[in-house]
């Protein structure tokens, strides 16, 4: 190509455009706050968490298309009032997609990005859907309109092509044949810059048959994406559109290429690298994305004037091929979509910002002549000198000599030359043209049977790729399954599809679906296992997750609106058939939980990866097998407040019995791995032409995403709370610990025993009323764990172990008892003693509040065993550890606030000490008076006045009460240990049943004793206070 030298030193800055859409359903269920707001072309974003975090942003253009919009007659979206704020697809297209149109028209390469999260509305924006036509077909509408419009003066030819960025693989969505593994090549050629080899360019004519190539582009998409088990949303779609004009008055073409580029969600690109995985984000799922963020950054560097070494477009696929379009010769335009929602924010925030880089590249965009032309051109300045020469020649009378013989002869080659690059146009035209009328019948055949027959259609997570397969169920019987040359059979593809999957039968106007043995069928979210007759709408998941929607006969088919069937849908049914679901209240309620909602659609939009997951891991013969799992965050908060909940996902090795957790972003990652695995699998599976008996594929462990080291694995935890170390009460309990889906894991018998310095347990006379009197002194405790009993974990397998983990108030470091192992009913024994110098408020806060949450750990065989480093840890001399040592600077500046506090509290003690002396030399007075009395009057009353005050008295019965108690919680707890043995015949049962009776009668003697010796010493006390106040009085 060359440049008009008039155009060298322009300089275009890319153009950004932002658009906010409607929310969707989700955002809706979930109340969700508009978090965005425009004015004129300025946008500005608010952080949901902080009224005050305010961010704008100041582009070429901004759409508001979230508001102020109704739907028309036919379907289209447009704004509520004449002139009302909402943007509908034909004013996004007048700004953007005319200028586009225009450059290319005068012979600009021009480029049109589509950037954002998945679901933010990039392919309504590019594509559109139904009426609501985006970008590329309008612009296609257009251009051949300006085609037919300047006929006279020019000549122009467009060729359409259409591919797909997979995993740094090229996919042409316009080609026939069967993919070429490893995708098609992309090359450089120092004229052309970098160009895919052998991708098909398809002549067209009109907008109609744009539309029928885009049409077919999707269908090649969608049944890569169920194949493959690619999810589209991680890729890139690229539409060129290469316009050639050519002006023969003038003698010139220009020529242009368009390029329309729908990018992956992303939010891939922020999520890589999230989280720290042995397995980095390795796969080149994210590079196109990532890579095009650095070359972004790196050319707004260069438009600020900062030194840029090198600007990475060899990195990925995707950079090479608009290499042109960012920092080079294109005109371009970027439409940053987003959504409004606040659980987007972060998400939107990330996509304002780097629409505000790329807003700083500057390209050179030139106007193109072709060299086929100037070649033309050429031929025909050289023709039009041999014609003159030969006219000399003529006239000089010179004839048939060997120069004119040969200038003839060149003559009519230049001529055959100019026509043959004159036709090809023509030819490529015929060809296509044959493709079109085949595809035209194919459709006008397909929309004539949606008429007839009953047909399942299928449903994408890409809402743009849903509805695009339809499969008629004809009468009779149809076999469905991956058997694609099987009479009477419908072929599909897809993970955890057999060869002869279930059959449809078609009677009488009624369609019945029968599973066929080992395969899954799910029909409206539960399995089916036997012959189950559909309804007009029913849902149907074949395999790991080929989602379908059945559409019955044209009769059963009413007005209603099949669109809220889509992916979610079927995932939320799935889910309820799982017990998970938002409760009736919640939907639609502005004051559901959004933690809870963002955990019931983490967990939706796991689930079928799940599915898929376990089915690679089945074809692959890893035995691996995956479960999603829902952590309550309670469990292990010491308060046990944290009402939040998180989504894990537990990993089984079925052989070694192995199990690891894996958190969302990790199980994330590793699926990318896999299928990628998977994919290379199915490729070596296809070259080897074998199909059936593979043994399980063994990967290096660096490169193996089913496996990782094993490790200590949080089985479940329980509450020791701490309440009765205020109180200097010794504490026994046997705790449950829970798991985190509520499953007992085990029983765990812990003590709590407050002690002298040197580990001598304290006696009941110093146990306190008050706990405040423990403030400023040493306090000693221990906390013991003896013993666990009925370990589950160990029960599922002997070769395991477990370790107790915990942590108490400030000690830096959690602590672990020693490993034990292959018993269900370890013996622990494990006594650790905490030592405050000098108790503070904040300690006794804590004991009263608060539990210290103990961890069970499960080992398992070749892990390493938790171990605490005590490094930082203080101790005293007897081997406690020291707890509640504040910060110096916290210590003076509490020092000084409790100083305070104390001397108010003296003052106050001095003033009730006053009050006291007096009333004691008041009672010592009227006792001295009755001294006297009883020296003068006998013995009387001798020994009344000598009894202890009733208080003290209570406090001796509440200590009496307290002990019975204790014995009867021991007894309690003898009787929840107490269980049938597993081999129990009904012998046995009837002895434990006998032995259990036995315990209960205990238990219940033993309760009735100790309330009644309450109530009894109680009632004394009473009664003898009634009568020394009767005294006294
Ligand atoms: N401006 C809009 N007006 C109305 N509906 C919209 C708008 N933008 C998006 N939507 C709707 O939001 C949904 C998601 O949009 P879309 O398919 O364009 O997302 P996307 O960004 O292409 O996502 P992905 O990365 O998964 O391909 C669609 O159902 C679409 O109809
Ligand atoms: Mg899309």
Redesign the pocket.
Known sequence: MRAKASDMHSKDCVKVAV?V??F?KRERDAGSRCIISLVSTSISIQDPRDCHNRRSFCFDYAYW?HSG?TRDQTGL?VPEEPGGRYADQHSVFQDLGVGILENALQGYNATLL?Y???????????VG?GP?KGLVPKLCDRLFEAIRENQENRQCQVFFSMLEIYNEQVVDLLSRGSRTAGGLRVREELQRGFYVEGLRKIPCENALQVEQLMEQGTRTRTTAATQMNAN??RSHMLIILQLKQIFSKESITKQSNINLV?L??SERQRSSGSEADRLKEGTAINLSLTTLGNVISALADVAVGKKVVHIPYRDSVLTKLLQSALGGNSRTVMIA?LSPADICYEESLSTLRYAERAKRIQNRAVVNESPTERLVKELKAENARLLQKLSRMDQEGRRATDESKELRQLLTQNELQIRAIQTLWEQHLQEALKDWEQQYANITQERRMMQMYPYILNIN????LSGVVKLFIQEGEWGIGLCDSAPRSISIKGLGIQEHHAVFRNEQRRVTLTPLTGSKVIVNGNAVYETAELQHLDRLILGSNCTYLFVGYPSERGGEDWSRY?YDYFQSELAAAEGIHLSESNTGCSQTDPSLLAVFYDYIQLMPMVAEANQISQELSKGVEFKLEIKNLALSDSRGHDLQKDIVVRVTAAGSKQVWMWSKAKFVNRKFLMEEVYQQFKAAQHEDNRVEGLLAVVLPRDKDPFWDPVEPLLLGTTHLWLQSLAFRIPLEEQLEVLGSEGTEEAILQAQLVPCTSTGLPLGEDDILIDPSEVLGRRLDFQLVLDQCCGVRWIREARNRGIQIGFRVFDCSEPLYTPAVWHNINPLLDHRVQFTSLQTSQRLLDYLQSSAVVLELWGLQEGCSVLSSSLGAVRMTAEGAFIIDLLHPSQAALSDSAELSCSVRALQQDVEELKSLNESLRKENHSLREQLNAVKNGGDGARGRSLRPSCDAEFARALKVFYHSMTSVRGQLQRLRRHRPSEESDLLGLRLFVDEQSRLLRDFSEQLEDGVSTLKQDVAAIVRRKRERSGIWS
């Open positions: 658009r859409r409607p969707n298309s919009f979206f589509a954002g999260q998945t679901g933010s509305g990039k392919s309504y924006s590019m859907y609501n589209s949303s729908d992956a969600g979509t997570e890409d809402a743009q889509d």
